[in-house]
């Protein structure tokens, strides 16, 4: 994913965390926010408290690739990804469809 389109700092976090629109399910939490800059950006937060670096940076990597592909269907929004513990056990199929699902339920067509 392009720079231009990370949350990288914690202050762009707490911004889209502020704007309290957010859907959730049993393997993922999003919560997004307009950013008016004309292009999405994504952040993923996965809890220490889910396991080992490894686990975590693994469950990250994949679903920054599961957001990445569905930069397009974002119009300008921030959206911050946020994992739950079924998440480390779920497939790619599975964190795709969570994502689409909470798209879903946003209006976002698939």
């Known amino acids: 994913m392009k720079r ?3 949350l990288r700092r914690s202050r762009e976090f707490a911004a889209v965390r502020a704007a309290r629109i957010f859907v959730g ?14 292009w999405p950006r994504v952040g993923i937060t ?5 396991g080992g670096a490894v ?17 397009d269907r974002l119009d300008s929004w921030d ?3 946020i994992a739950a513990p079924a998440a480390l056990a779920a ?6 469809a969570a994502v689409d ?3 879903r339920r946003w209006g976002v067509a698939a």
């Open 4 to 6: 231009r389109h990370r």
């Open 25 to 38: 399910g049993p393997l993922i939490r999003m919560q997004r926010r307009d950013n008016g800059l004309g």
């Open 46 to 50: 996965v809890a220490g408290r889910l």
């Open 55 to 71: 686990a975590r940076n693994r469950l990250r990597r994949r679903l920054r690739a599961v957001a990445a592909a569905r930069l």
């Open 79 to 81: 959206l911050v990804v």
């Open 91 to 96: 497939d790619s199929r599975s964190l795709s």
């Open 101 to 103: 699902e909470g798209l």
